[in-house]
């Protein structure tokens, strides 16, 4: 009796993932459908190369950002904790080259022409980097990503001058102030 429930359970649960599959796999055929072929080549004339947190909160405001800046379906993402913090501040130095090689692959690959750096207020990964003070209030916080973002630009310069460098603080309501 308890393995025919069982039996029953599994059945019932191969059908969710089956049917997860197949409505994953149409969303993805109906995306593909949706972007000009130029944009579905996974090589090509890309514009940009974006660098932004893994912060959930953050998520849908910085794809709002590049979408009203005319780039969706037209820039790589890399996605790390802290964003440039992550690039520039000596705690996390050892994440640094997957940084660099993932721009190398985006350069190769999609021959981007800039980068966009996008930084944003109440970063967990700010006070682990620097210490609570460092974001203690709004200007403080301000100073503290305009160095980290100006430190940015600067190894960019040095790693790839043919880039342009775009940076930016983001606010939790999606609100940027670029920095350049
Ligand atoms: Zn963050």
């Known amino acids: 009796m308890r393995?025919?429930?069982?039996c029953c359970c599994c059945e019932a649960l191969d059908g969710r993932i089956d049917r997860r599959r197949l409505l994953r796999?149409?969303?993805?055929?109906?995306l593909a459908a949706s972007l000009p072929i130029s944009a579905r080549a996974a090589e090509g004339e890309y514009d940009a190369m974006?660098?932004?947190?893994i912060d959930p909160r953050m998520v849908?405001?910085?794809?709002?950002?590049?979408e009203g800046q005319g780039l969706s379906g037209k820039y790589s993402q890399f996605c790390i904790a802290g964003a440039a913090i992550a690039v520039v501040a000596p705690k996390f130095k050892a994440w640094r080259p997957a940084f660099w090689d993932n721009t190398a692959t985006s350069l190769q690959l999609h021959r981007i022409n800039k980068i966009i750096a996008i930084?944003?207020?109440d970063c967990g990964v700010a006070r682990v980097a620097y210490g609570n003070d460092s974001i203690a209030n709004p200007?403080?916080?301000?100073?503290?990503?305009?160095a980290v973002l100006e430190e940015f630009r600067e190894a960019?310069?040095?790693?790839?001058?043919q880039l342009a460098?775009?940076?930016g603080l983001m606010a939790l309501d999606g609100s940027i102030e670029i920095f350049s």
Do not use: F
Not at 3 to 6: E, K, L, P
């Open 60 to 66: 849908a405001p910085v794809y709002k950002y590049m």
């Open 25 to 30: 796999s149409l969303g993805i055929a109906g």
């Open 139 to 146: 200007q403080v916080e301000t100073r503290t990503h305009r």
């Open 50 to 53: 974006l660098l932004s947190c």
């Open 3 to 6: 393995a025919t429930t069982s």
């Open 119 to 121: 930084d944003h207020r």
């Open 156 to 161: 960019v310069a040095k790693h790839h001058p």
């Open 165 to 167: 460098v775009v940076t």
